[in-house]
């Protein structure tokens, strides 16, 4: 079975730094750094099978998108080698828009 590279872009661990300080900010270091730790896996996981989530043509030609615990979005592009995640959204932030505008 094949394995892609997972690689995040500069704003997807941008995107990681803010949500672990808000995180931190009202649950503590603790409960922030094992929410980041499971998203982290989740981007991971994309290695195989990577094709997963939904297909997001209409906001971008080959951009993907994937639900994680119900409160976040990893967003991400698929290559022949590579997975690779642009931006990580959580909460209400509207991901279409920050992506079309963007």
Do not use: H, W
């Not at 500069?10 to 094992?34: K, Q, S, T, V």
């Not at 698929?78 to 505008?101: H, N, W």
């Amino acid at each position: 079975m094949k394995k892609f590279r997972v690689r995040l872009l500069a704003a997807a661990e941008a995107d990681l730094f803010g949500l672990y300080r808000a995180i931190a900010d009202e649950g503590g270091n603790e409960r922030a750094g094992a929410y980041i730790d499971r998203i982290e896996a989740a981007c991971l996981a994309l290695e195989i099978f990577p094709l997963r989530g939904r297909a997001r043509d209409d906001i971008r030609p080959g951009l993907r998108t994937v639900g994680f615990e119900r409160r976040a979005t990893i967003v991400f592009r698929v290559t022949s080698a590579e997975v690779i995640i642009a931006r990580i959204f959580c909460g209400g932030q509207d991901y279409e828009r920050a992506l079309r505008d963007g």
